[in-house]
């Protein structure tokens, strides 16, 4: 009896949700009155995302072709966003659910196009991905940033 209820408190404490998938639903979003589509990334995006500066990164994510792919098709653990305008991929953003703590969601980076910038589409892509972590019952949203990097620390502290 002791045995069953260990095995139950045991499973229960790390229970990590590893067979269902981070599900997102394509959304029609407005920044600055213009419209955007909000939608998970896919395999045809990869051309695309290449060519994307960064904004905010982590030296651990290299994005190589290779690399986005696998990002791309991480359904279980990932989360990986673009925003198109006019059929053509100007943002993007990818997150995890933390390995370690699997209560945060992890963002690990995001870029914008150079002439989409400063018109709050990473902002709004920010809020997006925290939205989603509420849904999920996270406990938050983590990113790490270079000390010098003044652009992404307010674009963080100004979306909480």
């Avoid at 960064?54 to 690399?67: A, F, N």
């Avoid at 791309?72 to 100007?90: G, T």
Wanted: overall charge positive.
């Amino acid at each position: 009896m002791l045995k069953d209820i260990k095995n139950f408190i045991t499973k229960l404490i790390n229970h990590t949700n590893d067979d269902e998938e981070v599900d997102f639903d394509n959304q029609n979003i407005k920044v600055s009155n213009y419209s955007y589509l909000l939608t998970r990334a896919v395999v045809p995006d990869i051309p695309e995302l290449e060519k994307l500066p960064k904004i905010v990164y982590s030296p651990q994510i290299k994005l190589s072709e290779k690399q986005i792919e696998q990002e791309i098709q991480n359904h279980k653990q990932s989360l990986f966003l673009v925003v198109r305008h006019n059929d053509a991929l100007i943002a993007a953003v990818t997150c995890h659910v933390d390995k370690v703590q699997k209560d945060i969601l992890r963002i690990h980076w995001l870029g914008v196009s150079k002439n989409f910038r400063n018109r709050g589409i990473a902002k709004k892509m920010v809020e997006t991905v925290i939205r989603k972590g509420k849904q999920m019952k996270l406990r938050g949203v983590k990113v790490a940033l270079y000390p010098d990097d003044k652009y992404s620390q307010h674009l963080f502290s100004e979306t909480g």
